[in-house]
């Protein structure tokens, strides 16, 4: 456990540095869940996410030799910000090592606030293995994202907040990758008011912490693969996870068709932009991965909102698939003048309208006289889809949905 004093005075350090990001209430997700739920909306932190907190409160406490020197990180995005701003506030130099498939608005982000980014490795723990060997090449600190007491009790200072902000909470939401997070928040939110109860989320395809914290020891992953790129961590951080043994009650995980869920739910209802481990908490929420009733309040950590456009586009496309707002079907007619536009006066007196189409007459599975209609559809949920095939059934097409 990091002493509460720690992260007290990691809070006065940080004064006039960060943003003190609100923690509100939110009514929708509040009224989806039968629970009160306050979001803790780090990602609208300075640089989209909490992690500018320990860099700073890290770098803060350096010797000038050190900081003349540099320093370098790990990180899969948001650690590599939150040092890359720090340094540059400091006037020093960073150099940050990231994972060869690290989001690109992440790079760009990171370059952007002046550090050197070289990448490496397929995931987090290989570019932090040559980050170390880098840092002793060239004789730079290591700043690491979350085996750091001065980081821990930066990131703590979250709690701090949340606890200000909102009296009597029952339950604490907090996503967990290589556990910084969790283990400067459960400390001061168990030496502040131990009643309340610490939820750790990790990612079913990076679930570490998850299964070391169920075997009460370091259970390292042999691979990692989520969408949460922010909370993809493979091996295990002994000494965090002696603080989540000690501070935290429950860890839980989530998949990513419950994590996308989240991001996309947090979009249109409650109109955030959240990456996938910032999401993570709001999932465990959802999906009921912990027990909680009606009259609790439980406070979410959205510890991010650097999500990768590209990512974000899919994830609300198959969401809208999902949800019943669009429709993809393939649909065999006979090629003559006119045939198309039956089927699409069929579409239009079902008030769907028609946003792709691609027409096949091509295809060697086709009969000869037969053309293949793909088409996409908008349409207003699944009574409405349902209507559409009973009315291409009636018309006697033959058709097929994909997914």
């Known amino acids: 456990m990091i002493a509460l ?6 809070k006065r350090q940080l004064n006039n540095v960060i943003t003190q990001t609100p923690c509100s209430l939110a009514p929708h997700l509040s009224e989806e869940v039968g629970a009160q739920v306050y979001l803790k909306k780090e990602n609208l ?13 890290k770098i803060a406490s350096l010797t000038k030799e050190e900081r003349k020197k540099g320093v ?10 939150g040092v890359a701003y ?4 400091f006037g020093i130099k960073a150099t940050i090592v990231m994972p060869e498939a690290t989001p690109l608005l992440k790079v760009t982000g990171t370059k952007d606030l002046g550090a050197e980014v070289i990448l490496s490795g397929d995931n987090y723990d290989e570019a932090y293995a040559y980050a170390l060997t880098y840092a002793n090449e060239h004789s730079l600190t290591f700043i690491h ?3 750091d007491d001065k980081v821990i009790a930066g990131q703590g200072t979250v709690a701090l907040e949340m606890m200000d902000e909102v009296n009597d909470l029952d339950i604490i939401v907090i996503p967990i990758g290589g556990g910084g997070l ?12 131990p009643k309340i109860k610490v939820i750790g989320v990790n990612a079913s395809g990076a679930p570490a912490m998850f299964e070391s914290y169920c075997a009460k020891k370091a259970i390292n ?8 790129d922010g909370i993809a961590v493979r091996d295990v951080s002994e000494s965090n996870l002696a603080h989540i043994l000690e501070c935290v009650d429950e860890v839980v995980t989530v998949d990513d068709e419950e994590i996308a869920a989240a991001i996309l739910f947090l979009l249109e209802r409650q109109k ?8 993570a908490s709001v999932a465990a929420i959802m999906h009921q991965k912990f027990a909680y009733t009606k009259d609790m309040k439980i406070g979410a950590v959205l510890s991010g909102g650097n999500i990768d456009v590209q990512m974000l586009s899919i994830i609300i496309e198959k969401g809208l698939i999902k949800s019943h707002r669009k429709m993809k079907l393939v649909i065999t007619l006979i090629d003559k003048p006119g045939s198309l536009m039956r089927l699409t006066d069929l579409f239009k007196n079902a008030n769907a309208n028609i946003i792709q189409i691609d027409y096949d007459r091509f295809s060697t599975t086709l009969s000869y006289g037969d053309a293949q209609i793909t088409i996409m559809l908008e349409t207003k949920g699944l009574e409405h889809q349902k209507m559409i095939r009973t009315l291409l059934e009636e018309a006697g097409y033959l058709f097929k949905e994909e997914v």
Do not use: C, W
């Open 5 to 10: 004093s720690e992260i007290v005075k990691a």
């Open 45 to 57: 932190q300075i640089t989209g996410a909490y992690k500018l907190r320990g860099a700073y409160n």
């Open 72 to 81: 370098i990180a790990a990180s899969a995005g948001n650690h590599a910000q």
């Open 86 to 89: 720090s340094a540059r506030s």
């Open 145 to 147: 994202p979350f085996e």
């Open 182 to 193: 969790i283990s400067g928040m459960a400390s001061a939110i168990k030496q502040i008011d």
């Open 221 to 228: 992953s042999k691979s990692v693969r989520t969408i949460a």
């Open 272 to 279: 955030l932009v959240v990456e996938g481990g910032g999401a």
